[in-house]
């Protein structure tokens, strides 16, 4: 087992970090706990980073004994300053104190995560170091990979709304096609080769794998191989140079402007709020609510996540995901990832305000059917974008 320590660490010696992005529910806590699994992934150190108020990804990544996770509530692509390289600079500190080992990094990227500052800051030639802690990231780590992931029930309208979906896609090395098991009907088939052809166009270069193959291994997707940006085209060498012309824009005292600093990169629509609720909930009043929500919302409700204490079974909390229209089946916990028993929601969404949700959900607890409807019609009308219908649409069929 390799000792990260720093110093004298030959380049080639250099621990492997690895990106994993993809649009928001795209699968990449998913994959990521299907590979921390595996006896060789055992020496990881994953970078979790959460768009949104309260941070629940970290609790619900399994997390091993020699495994650190680090989640951070800001957007890794969106904070001022090197990040990822003082996140990186800390996981040294801790293994030179001998507190851990590990031999490589995976950073999973918050789904609306634009892609290029994160890149630049750990590519030689990319974001100048702004000092020593920033000089001992260079040397003891290299990027050796940037996975994508891509969500086929969704990624024909995310890629045609989203920007960072996009940029997702053209800095890949590696495309993995998610979701495929639940879109194995010929008429979806054509859906997904229409969108591997929307792919193409995206990122001519880069191998499209879909991970439910029997025969693919994802732990493949983390052999460390060369990054070359060079190789993804003229699109994405420019988004770098732009960033580097920021980033050098940014670390300049006199161009500073303080109301620039730290302002997000993504759109203006897109909210983020949680619902925090004490007392248990009603199985089925929950249900509802999320039928009612994204049957309304749809594609503008780009992320549900959530731990939810029901009254039924108040030990055994469930964990619930939306994506977009599709309501994925939950999963049950033996118990309490932590003191924290509350239920927690985490939406982040394009164009939908928080107060309607708000409203819908406590109506729909307390069963005030009038109450339901104006906040359905709220949310409607609060919808900025029109959406065409085309997304592989999924049945929901599933209940607690
Ligand atoms: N059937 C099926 N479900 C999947 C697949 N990949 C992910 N899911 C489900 O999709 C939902 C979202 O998956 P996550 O792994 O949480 O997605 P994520 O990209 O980490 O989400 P964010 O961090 O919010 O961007 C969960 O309910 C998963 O169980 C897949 O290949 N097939």
Redesign the pocket.
């Known amino acids: 087992m390799k000792n990260p320590s720093s110093k004298s660490r030959a380049h080639r010696d250099k621990i492997p970090v690895f990106l994993l992005t ?12 299907h590979v921390l699994q595996q006896r060789d992934f055992g020496d990881t150190a994953v970078i979790i980073n ?2 949104g108020d309260v941070a629940l ?1 970290h609790n ?1 990544v399994r997390v091993g004994e020699t495994r650190i996770t680090r989640a951070t509530t800001g957007c890794l692509c969106c904070t001022m300053g090197s990040d990822v390289r003082s996140t990186l600079h800390e996981l040294l500190a801790t293994a030179d104190s001998g507190e851990i080992t590990f031999d490589r990094v995976i950073i ?1 990227t ?3 995560a634009d892609p290029a500052p994160i890149v630049n800051q750990l590519l030689p030639g990319g974001v100048a170091a702004f000092g020593l802690a920033d000089h001992i990231v260079a040397r003891n780590f290299e990027l050796a990979g940037v996975i994508t ?1 891509v ?1 086929v029930l969704t990624a024909e309208l995310t890629i045609e709304n989203q920007f960072e979906a996009s940029k997702q896609i053209a800095f890949a090395d590696r495309l993995v096609l ?5 879109a194995r009907e010929t008429a979806k088939q054509k859906d997904i080769a229409r969108l591997r052809v929307q792919l193409g166009a995206l990122n001519s270069s880069v191998p499209i794998i879909d ?2 193959d029997n025969d693919f291994d994802p732990a493949k997707l983390f052999l460390p191989r060369p990054y070359r940006p060079v190789d993804l085209g003229d699109d994405v060498t420019s988004w770098l140079a732009l960033e580097s012309a920021i980033a050098s824009e940014e670390s300049d005292p006199v161009n500073m402007d303080s109301d620039k600093a730290g302002i997000a990169r993504h759109g203006a629509r897109i909210r983020t709020f949680a619902i925090v609720r004490e007392q248990p909930v009603d199985a089925a009043a929950f249900l509802q609510f999320l039928k009612l929500l994204t049957d309304s919302a749809g594609p503008s409700l780009l ?1 549900v ?1 959530g731990i939810v204490s029901l009254e039924e079974e108040p030990d055994r909390p469930r ?3 939306a ?1 977009q229209h ?1 309501v ?4 049950v916990l033996d118990h309490w990832p932590d003191d924290d028993h509350r239920t927690r929601l985490v939406f ?1 969404t394009d164009g939908v305000e928080p107060d309607p949700v708000k409203q819908l959900f406590e109506a729909s607890l307390s069963s005030q059917s009038p109450l339901v409807e104006r906040a359905l019609t709220m949310i409607k009308t609060g919808m900025t974008k029109v959406f065409r219908s085309g997304a592989i649409q999924m049945v929901r069929v599933w209940k607690f």
């Open positions: 993809g649009f928001l529910g795209s699968g990449k806590s998913t994959l990521l706990n959460e768009f990804d619900l999973e918050t789904g609306l992931l969500d998610t979701k495929t098991d639940l991970w439910r992320r996540k964990i619930v995901h994506v599709v994925y089946p939950h999963s982040i």
